[in-house]
């Protein structure tokens, strides 16, 4: 039995206790700190606030806003029509039998065909167009089938379609079909004799293979052919195209105020440019019977009241060489008309109705009428607002046509902060500093939405005090009117820990901005394009620190 | 059946010493849990221009035996081993970074911070060493070389160093002036010792170096070279920062704020300055100490001196020097002196050994005993144990 001890680890016990001291984990370090950080920072200007297309500077600096578009254009569809035509014809050698040698001319044709195109044209150059062909052949023999419109050029050639056909019979034809683009090709409309309108010369032969047989043609021998002019579009067109009357109705949609409302609109000057051109070889007389300013979420409708309206003038046909289209403007501003009303109803549409009255003088051009697609008539519009606007809450939202915030329009937001950093904070104060020229007070109310598009609740955000925190006052100007010193707004919102939890739950931003301009004497400025507003955000935070 | 002589030894040492902190300060850091405002404005009030600390801690066993008597026919050798728990940490930093730290900028704002200069380096590892000591004995005295090597199975590990370092912040907070070039290698894991062993974050190899002369007895001299050697970092990360530049926080795009619902945000130049290299390795020096000692008995007397004295070279040349007064009386011995650190630093140390039946000797060190009785007072504390059992070195067999 071993008594020894080769190691008497167990006599060594006490000595153990002091290895295990020290051992055991310490608690981490912890401590609550206060920080300041910038966040964010920006400046907002005329350029940034208004986009270009939208702005116009005049030399004093003065901002206008401009706004262009279209109130309706008519196309060469409503002068005249090319329909889509099938002409067909058909050959046989009626009641004789006879032997044919190689390379007869068995039968033959130099015709027109009409075009029922609503107009008197003598010539068209088309924009597109196809000419789709069946020719069936019965003749026992091969033929070579030529077809030709003489007087259709493109590029000097003239439109030929030259096919070889083999042979058939009475019960069992030969057929071929083809298409031919016929863009590009002019076509001469006077018909063979040149003393037509709207009809097309046509040149048809049919002749035995020089290269084949003798061939008995019998009458039951014959070929049918069948030509289709479709899709027909005109790119140019001359003639007499008659006393049409041409039509240019309904809604033209207003950007300007998108996304706006407003409790009070008041314009100190506006000023409507009405344009009609006349871009065809015809003399027009014009009618407008109405135009209209529609704001589709309230509901209302201003008729403007002009000289214009319901009065005919006249409008000349346009320049054919050099091509010169002819316009006529009309100044309508707030002397002249109620153009204010129209425009201080923020329009999301104007409504419109004019009449053009082709030719109302009769074919005094002696049908050199013309037409270069795709401009005929039309009329332009444009509005141009200077920026002294009294507005009471204008809004803009990025909600729908009645304001109500929703996610489908709202900005992408993420707010890049960690949840474990966030579950360390105390909450934070946001301070927001604001230098602002413009006469204008602004305010401002977000709403967040999470990643279900259901808004988020904060405790900042709470009604009625959510409405009255992101206020950024309104610069005075000096008796010149212009603002030399801007006002700054200086603001403070508290976040609690639960709120920066919920921020980092949002996904989406919508606002709501409401802007005023009308101060307390009733009085609203003019802006300038040295205006903007200086911002910038940060924050001040209880963060805990802990090092483990 | 020869004398092995061989023995087992438990130790353990800790201390900590900062040339600013206080003693209660350093307790209530190492405790850890939460620091009051009061405590931390005590802890600002402590602090110089520039503040130094370094802590370690060792604790471990070993084992040896005499495993030749006469190799070349002159030297005893004796054979060591024994694995430990180490953890370092070294950190030198500015009053400013100190404040922005423990308080935020908030406080701080108008005020030109400045922190370069700051180190910060934690280190945890365990160690295995193995050692051959060779005793010769001359007409004049007895020498010893010892050899030894360590494998170390790296922790975690963390060297925060900035360069260059200055802040500003202005007093609404919307500008953050900085101008910092730093760098951080830092390897996470686990610091405690009931945690996996090699647990492939990292390895060293240490060598050390003992060579001591002892004169009839009555006078020693010893130099050590400790810890010389590198290690390798694996699952480490590597971030370094060089910027000089203006922070006011994101640029928003205004453009057609009213027309065009969103905006869009360009970074700021903050995030374009660092630069990561995540899930690499790295390698390095690991924090080397050179130590000399000396001691003197005066003939028939049971007192001795004791000079000793500890450098780093990597830690911005921190020296430790500690002189005592031992007295021995049977079984015991104590010894009291003063230990200087960071230069101008002073503290007491006491310390005692119990010899029983030449089986067992415990030592205990204490540095700083002052701190028990007036804790504000040291920027120093340590305490060091050891105890150990000489195992029997023969084997009886029963008949």
């Known amino acids: ?548 | 059946m020869p004398r092995k002589n061989a023995s087992i030894e438990f130790f353990s040492a800790q201390s900590v010493f900062s040339n600013s902190l206080s003693a209660s300060s350093l307790a209530d850091v190492y405790r850890g849990g939460f620091l009051d405002t009061n405590r931390r404005m005590a802890m600002n009030n402590e602090l110089s221009e520039r503040n130094q600390l370094l802590f370690t801690e060792k604790y471990g066993m070993g084992y040896s035996l005499d495993i030749a008597d006469a190799f070349l026919n002159r030297f005893k050798i004796r054979w060591d081993a024994g694995i430990c728990q180490r953890n370092l940490l070294f950190t030198t930093f500015t009053g400013d970074a100190f404040r922005l730290l423990a308080f935020g900028n908030q406080s701080l704002k108008e005020k030109e911070l400045s922190f370069s200069g700051t180190r910060f380096l934690d280190l945890n590892f365990q160690e295995f060493f193995t050692g051959f000591t060779a005793v010769t004995e001359t007409q004049s005295g007895r020498f010893s070389l010892r050899l030894a090597g360590s494998l170390l199975n790296m922790k975690s590990s963390s060297d925060f160093q900035i360069y260059r370092g200055s802040m500003f912040t202005d007093s609404s907070g919307n500008r953050v002036s900085t101008d910092i070039s730093a760098n951080l290698r830092s390897m996470p894991g686990d610091t405690s010792l009931h945690a996996t062993f090699f647990s492939h974050r990292g390895f060293g190899l240490l060598g050390h170096l003992s060579l001591s002369y002892t004169i009839k007895n009555k006078v020693h001299l010893a130099f050590h070279a400790n810890d010389l050697g590198t290690a390798i970092f694996y699952r480490s990360s590597v971030r370094s920062i060089d910027t000089s530049m203006v922070y006011k926080g994101f640029y928003i795009n205004t453009y057609g704020l009213l027309y065009n619902p969103g905006y869009t945000v360009d970074t700021d130049s903050l995030t374009r300055a660092l630069s990561r290299r995540p899930g690499g390795r790295y390698t390095s020096y690991l924090p080397s100490s050179i130590i000399m000692s000396a001691w003197w008995k005066p003939r028939d007397t049971t007192w001795q001196i004791s000079l000793q004295s500890t450098f780093f070279p990597s830690l911005s040349s921190v020296a430790i020097h500690q002189l005592n007064l031992h007295k021995t009386n049977g079984a015991w011995k104590y010894y009291a002196g003063v230990l200087q650190f960071f230069g101008k630093r002073y503290t007491s140390t006491v310390g005692a050994c119990l010899k029983i039946k030449k089986t067992y000797f415990f030592t205990l060190d204490v540095i700083s005993p002052e701190v028990l009785f007036i804790p504000g007072s040291t920027r120093s504390v340590g305490i060091r144990a050891t105890a150990r059992c000489n195992l029997p070195n023969r084997i009886k067999r029963k008949a």
């Not at chain 1, 899709?231 to 809604?251: I, R, S």
């Not at chain 1, 405790?459 to 005075?476: D, E, G, I, N």
Request: proline fraction near 5%; charged fraction near 20%.
């Open chain 1, 1 to 548: 039995m071993v008594t020894g001890k080769l190691f008497t680890f167990y006599r060594c016990w006490p000595c153990l206790l002091l290895f295990l001291w020290i051992s055991c984990k310490r608690e981490p370090l912890r401590w609550d700190t206060k920080w300041s950080a910038p966040i964010a920072y920006g400046r907002a200007g005329v350029r940034q606030i208004i986009p270009d297309t939208l702005l116009s500077i005049k030399n004093g600096g003065e901002v206008f806003l401009a706004w262009k578009g279209r109130l309706g254009a008519s196309g060469s569809s409503d002068v005249f029509v090319l329909p889509d035509t099938t002409v067909s014809k058909f050959f046989s050698s009626g009641l004789f039998t006879f032997t044919a040698p190689p390379g007869t001319s068995l039968f033959g044709s130099s015709e027109d065909f009409s075009f029922n195109t609503g107009a008197r044209l003598s010539k068209i150059v088309l924009k597109t167009g196809k000419l789709r062909y069946v020719i069936k052949n019965r003749v026992k023999g091969n033929i070579l089938f030529t077809y030709k419109l003489p007087f259709a050029t493109k590029n000097g050639s003239v439109l030929t379609i030259n096919r070889p056909i083999p042979a058939g019979n009475a019960n069992n034809p030969s057929a071929i079909s083809g298409v031919l683009d016929m863009t590009g090709y002019a076509i001469m409309m006077k018909g063979k004799m040149g003393d037509r309108f709207n009809a097309i010369a046509s040149e048809y032969d049919v002749q035995l293979d020089p290269n084949g047989q003798a061939v008995v043609i019998a009458p039951s021998d014959s070929v049918l052919v069948s030509f289709s002019f479709e899709n027909m579009v005109p790119e140019y067109a001359k003639g007499y195209f008659g006393q049409n009357m041409l039509k240019l109705e309904g809604n033209s949609p207003v950007t300007l105020f998108k996304n706006l409302s407003c409790e009070d609109f008041q314009l100190n000057d506006v000023t409507m440019k009405l344009t009609l051109n006349n871009a065809m070889g015809a003399d027009i007389a014009c009618r407008i019977k109405k135009i209209a300013a529609i704001n589709s979420k309230n509901g209302t409708e201003v008729p403007l009241q002009h000289f214009l309206v319901n009065n005919q003038f006249q409008l000349s046909r346009a320049r054919e060489v050099p091509y010169q289209i002819q316009s006529r403007t009309f100044a309508i501003n707030a002397g002249n008309s109620n153009i204010a009303d129209l425009i201080s109803g923020l329009p999301t549409s104007l409504s419109y109705s004019i009449e053009a009255a082709l030719n109302p003088l009769g074919n005094i051009s002696a049908s050199n009428d013309f037409l270069v697609s795709p401009r005929v008539f039309d009329a332009d519009i444009s509005i141009e607002i200077p920026m002294r606007l009294g507005l009471k809450n204008l809004a803009y939202s990025t909600g729908d046509a009645n304001g109500n915030l929703s996610p489908e329009n709202a900005t992408n937001f993420k707010f890049s902060v960690s949840e474990n950093d966030v579950a360390k904070s105390n909450g934070a104060t946001l301070l927001l500093k604001f230098i602002n020229d413009f006469p204008m007070e602004m305010r401002f109310e977000p709403v967040f939405f999470d990643k279900d598009n259901k808004p988020l609740a904060f405790t900042f955000l709470q009604a009625p005090a959510a409405k009255t925190l992101f206020v950024m006052r309104s610069a005075v100007p000096g008796p010149d009117g212009r603002v030399i010193t801007p006002a700054t707004s200086d603001i403070q919102c508290q976040m609690t820990k639960l709120d920066l939890q919920q921020l980092t739950k949002a996904v989406k931003m919508g606002y709501r901005i409401y802007l005023n301009s009308i101060d307390a004497q009733g009085k609203y400025h003019l802006w300038y394009d040295d205006y903007k507003i200086d911002f910038s955000i940060s924050a001040r935070l209880n963060y805990e620190m802990e090092l483990r």
